[in-house]
């Protein structure tokens, strides 16, 4: 197990350091102008110099802000729905044109419309980061709750269990493999909804930086504001796998026993 993980982490290492030197590589032979192509030494001193100037803080306190916010309302009411519709034929027949128009449309769409009815501000990024998270939730939630096996419902039905009972000692336990799934999808989308939240209309927050950054020539910054973004999907990612693993780990446990 330990020499497993050391070789996950020196693939990791080895992939930046070698993304590292084609960057580099790539500098050096085109000689394109910084305003272009910065390097990675260019990008590393902008780094540093709004990172001690705090401007790069809080822009990444607000966007985080807004993905967890999100990232919590949509994962929420898509749980909760797709519960219903998992229960419900008529539900899902009855919802499923309009879960459909949801994905047919884009959310660089549909985002200017909720700047324009909800405000510029923070709830209008909430919303959008919600919507992109909404979607993968819910069909992963319905996929779950209908995947328990027959045979477990009659057992619960045989020992007199109750709804809540079902719910909590049955459907969610057997559901929470493929509910998770839908979490690392939704962790890394609500990134990109608050980022395009904040394209559309705002005056802080990454992708205001962005904005900033590329009207200004600053293509460093534009560098150092979409590195900051991956570090934070990255991150939202393992959190979910930390949580899969702490949540699943009887699955481990009764796999290594057998």
Same mark, same amino acid.
């Given at each position: 197990?330990?020499?497993?993980?050391?070789?996950?982490?020196?693939?990791?290492?080895?992939?930046?350091?070698?993304?590292? $030197?084609?960057?580099?590589?790539?500098?050096?032979?085109?000689?394109?102008?910084? =305003?272009?192509?910065?390097?990675?030494?260019?990008?590393?001193?902008?780094?540093?110099?709004?990172?001690?100037?705090?401007?790069?803080?809080?822009?990444?306190? /607000?966007?985080?802000?807004?993905?967890? $916010?999100?990232?919590?309302?949509?994962? &929420?009411?898509? /749980?909760?729905?797709?519960?219903? /519709?998992?229960?419900?034929?008529?539900?899902?027949?009855?919802?499923?044109?309009?879960?459909?128009?949801?994905?047919?449309?884009?959310?660089?769409?549909?985002?200017?419309?909720?700047?324009?009815? =909800?405000?510029?501000?923070?709830?209008?990024?909430?919303?959008?980061?919600?919507?992109?998270?909404?979607?993968?939730?819910?069909?992963?939630?319905?996929?779950?709750?209908?995947?328990?096996?027959?045979?477990?419902?009659?057992?619960?039905?045989?020992?007199?269990?109750?709804?809540?009972?079902?719910?909590? =000692?049955?459907?969610?336990?057997?559901?929470?493999?493929?509910?998770?799934?839908?979490?690392?999808?939704?962790?890394?989308?609500?990134?990109?909804?608050?980022?395009?939240?904040?394209?559309?209309?705002?005056?802080?927050?990454? &992708?205001?930086?962005?904005?900033?950054?590329?009207?200004?020539?600053?293509?460093? !910054?534009? =560098?150092?504001?979409?590195?900051? $973004?991956?570090?934070?999907?990255?991150?939202?990612?393992?959190?979910?796998? !930390?949580?899969?693993?702490?949540?699943? &780990?009887?699955?481990?446990?009764?796999?290594?026993?057998?």
């Amino acid at each position: 197990m330990i020499r497993q993980r050391l070789i996950n982490l020196w693939s990791v290492i080895l992939s930046l350091i070698a993304g590292l $030197l084609i960057w580099v590589v790539a500098v050096e032979t085109t000689g394109l102008p910084a =305003f272009i192509l910065p390097s990675p030494q260019q990008v590393w001193s902008r780094l540093i110099e709004v990172a001690i100037d705090g401007s790069l803080w809080r822009h990444i306190w /607000v966007t985080a802000y807004e993905i967890v $916010l999100g990232l919590a309302l949509g994962a &929420g009411l898509a /749980v909760l729905l797709g519960y219903v /519709v998992a229960k419900s034929r008529m539900m899902e027949r009855f919802l499923s044109p309009y879960l459909v128009a949801s994905q047919a449309i884009p959310i660089v769409a549909l985002a200017p419309l909720l700047v324009l009815w =909800f405000g510029p501000g923070m709830i209008s990024k909430v919303l959008i980061c919600s919507l992109v998270v909404f979607f993968p939730v819910l069909v992963n939630t319905v996929v779950g709750v209908r995947a328990v096996p027959e045979e477990l419902r009659d057992l619960m039905r045989t020992l007199h269990a109750s709804r809540t009972q079902n719910i909590l =000692f049955l459907e969610l336990p057997a559901a929470l493999p493929i509910l998770l799934g839908g979490f690392r999808i939704g962790a890394t989308l609500a990134v990109i909804g608050a980022v395009v939240g904040e394209f559309v209309g705002s005056d802080k927050g990454l &992708g205001f930086l962005v904005n900033i950054a590329r009207g200004q020539y600053d293509t460093a !910054l534009v =560098f150092v504001a979409i590195g900051t $973004l991956i570090a934070m999907a990255l991150s939202l990612y393992g959190l979910v796998i !930390l949580i899969e693993k702490r949540l699943l &780990g009887w699955q481990t446990s009764s796999g290594e026993r057998q």
